[in-house]
């Protein structure tokens, strides 16, 4: 995927919550030979960021993961346009404060399609 060149693991869906459980599925899946809670946190992490881009009125999401040199990187992006992403205040939401909390790292940014999440977890000390 072009969005996400660097990603091992890349999927696009139509935004809706329905289809949020095939999201969390791929984590799941992805990350099958990693510590269950490890993996469980970022599932709930990526849900978590994708149902705020569904609430804030995307129509796509597209997934990228990675795991590389002891970590998980997972990329949530959106066709949303509150310019610049997140909208000011969005990390102390609800929302960004449980992603905050299952995941060593998060950045937001804007790029030509929307907005995105990275969100990054160390598997290995």
Request: charged letters at 25%; a negative charge.
């Given at each position: 995927m072009?969005?996400?060149?660097?990603?091992?693991?890349?999927?696009s869906v139509p935004a809706g919550a329905a289809?949020?459980?095939?999201?969390?599925?791929?984590?799941?899946?992805?990350?099958?030979?990693?510590?269950l809670d490890l993996i469980e946190d970022v599932a709930l992490a990526v849900d978590e960021a994708a149902?705020?881009?569904?609430?804030?009125?995307?129509?796509?999401?597209?997934?990228g993961?990675?795991?590389?040199?002891?970590?998980?990187t997972v990329v949530v992006g959106a066709d949303?346009?509150?310019?610049?992403?997140p909208p000011s205040g969005w990390?102390?939401?609800?929302a960004g404060r449980v992603i905050g909390a299952?995941?060593?790292?998060?950045?937001h940014r804007s790029d030509a399609v929307g907005g995105t999440v990275t969100m990054t977890r160390r598997v290995a000390a």
């Open positions: 072009e969005r996400f060149p660097d990603a091992s693991v890349c999927v289809l949020l459980t095939v999201v969390r599925s791929l984590v799941l899946g992805a990350g099958a030979d990693l510590p149902s705020a881009f569904v609430e804030s009125g995307a129509e796509r999401l597209d997934i993961l990675d795991a590389t040199a002891g970590d998980l949303v346009r509150p310019d610049p992403w990390p102390d939401t609800l299952l995941v060593d790292g998060v950045a």
